[in-house]
């Protein structure tokens, strides 16, 4: 049975799957803007807010935690110095999801996840 099962599956294994979550997430601060399927997208999402909230209080042991799932250090400091602050004072509701066409070879459906401005 499939009750109260948040994780969705992305017809992967699990450390592969948590692999392409958090590269995905690492690309996403990276660039503040990826283009992903739309699966992907809604399962980034509440990873990518948690490690924003974590951001928020720039201390070792935040930076040890965001380590652990960004694994370019470029990523962890742009998260400690700059996206941090700048949702210094904001509640939650830190990415957004717009929808796109479908792709071309085989049709998923599209989705642009970016941070909010």
Same mark, same amino acid.
């Given at each position: 049975?499939?009750?109260?099962?948040?994780?969705?599956?992305?017809?992967?294994?699990?450390? @592969?799957?948590?692999?392409? /979550?958090?590269?995905?997430?690492?690309?996403?601060? /990276?660039?503040?803007?990826?283009?992903?399927?739309?699966?992907?997208?809604?399962?980034?999402? @509440?990873?990518?807010?948690?490690?924003?909230?974590?951001?928020?209080?720039?201390?070792?042991?935040?930076?040890?935690?965001?380590?652990?799932? /960004?694994?370019?250090?470029?990523?962890?400091?742009?998260? /400690?110095?700059?996206?941090? @602050?700048?949702?210094?004072?904001?509640?939650?509701?830190?990415?957004?999801?717009?929808?796109?066409?479908?792709?071309?070879?085989?049709?998923?459906?599209?989705?642009?996840?970016?941070?909010?401005?």
């Amino acid at each position: 049975m499939k009750h109260r099962k948040k994780t969705k599956i992305l017809d992967r294994a699990k450390a @592969p799957r948590e692999a392409m /979550l958090k590269n995905l997430a690492t690309s996403i601060i /990276l660039y503040e803007s990826v283009k992903t399927t739309e699966a992907k997208a809604k399962t980034v999402k @509440p990873m990518l807010e948690k490690l924003i909230t974590r951001a928020k209080v720039k201390s070792v042991y935040n930076k040890q935690q965001l380590n652990r799932v /960004l694994k370019d250090k470029k990523a962890t400091q742009k998260m /400690l110095d700059v996206i941090g @602050p700048r949702y210094k004072e904001r509640k939650g509701g830190y990415c957004r999801i717009i929808k796109m066409s479908q792709r071309q070879g085989d049709g998923a459906k599209m989705a642009q996840i970016e941070l909010v401005k």
